[in-house]
């Protein structure tokens, strides 16, 4: 009898591991209040000039106006958003700008910057939405070179996760060699 609770008191840490590691590698790839989707969407046509950009993040955002913004701009470069972005206090996952109304037809591409209320870490990014038409070969190109994050963003974090990630797997690894080493242990007690 003593075997057995032995063998469950061993096993019980190796079981939290090995369902914690995976938990924590998917929160460390979530972390930062990283783009999710937004409306309109990413290279999406809209038949009508939309009255306003909304944005989803992975993370909660700090709700300060220096360190979150949205700015949307026609194919001259002008701004055409109102410059009043806001994080919606219901859910800080959320922000949006208002456009000025009756956009003509065309590309407008929308910039923007948060940091996450979680970890304070910085994302930002650029995509494009058309008005009335879809886009020409042209305009198609030119999406492909914006980025919803940037990639020196991405590098920095990816550096700074892989070093997490690998201390996870060597507290599972470690926890798996001690439990190992504790049921050979409880094998030779009951040979004896």
Same mark, same amino acid.
């Given at each position: 009898m003593r075997t057995t609770i032995g063998r469950?008191?061993?096993c019980a840490p190796v079981l939290v591991a090995a369902l914690l590691a995976p938990l924590l590698a998917l929160a460390v790839?979530?972390?930062?209040?990283?783009?999710?989707?937004?409306?309109p969407?990413?290279?999406e046509v809209v038949a009508t000039s939309p009255a306003r950009v909304d944005i989803f993040t992975?993370?909660?955002?700090? !709700?300060?106006? #220096?360190? @979150?913004?949205?700015?949307?701009?026609?194919? +001259?470069?002008?701004?055409?958003?109102?410059?009043?972005?806001?994080?919606?206090?219901a859910d800080r996952k959320h922000f949006s700008v208002g456009?000025?109304?009756?956009?003509?037809?065309?590309?407008y591409v929308v910039s923007f910057k948060n940091v996450s209320d979680e970890?304070?870490?910085?994302?930002?990014?650029q995509f494009a939405f058309y008005v009335?038409?879809?886009?020409?070969?042209?305009?198609?190109?030119?999406d492909a070179t914006? !980025?919803?994050? #940037?990639? @020196?963003?991405?590098?920095?974090?990816?550096? +700074?996760?892989t070093g997490l990630i690998v201390a996870i797997i060597i507290i599972v690894v470690a926890v798996i060699v001690v439990a190992g080493g504790g049921f050979t242990l409880l094998r030779r007690r009951r040979r004896i």
């Open positions: 469950r008191t061993l790839a979530a972390a930062h209040a990283r783009y999710d989707h937004s409306t969407k990413q290279g992975a993370q909660e955002m700090k !709700k300060e106006q #220096a360190t @979150t913004a949205i700015t949307v701009a026609d194919a +001259s470069s002008a701004r055409v958003d109102n410059d009043d972005t806001t994080v919606d206090d456009l000025k109304p009756n956009l003509p037809a065309g590309r970890d304070g870490e910085a994302d930002n990014g009335g038409a879809g886009p020409t070969a042209a305009q198609t190109a030119l914006l !980025k919803i994050t #940037a990639k @020196t963003d991405e590098v920095k974090h990816s550096n +700074s996760h």
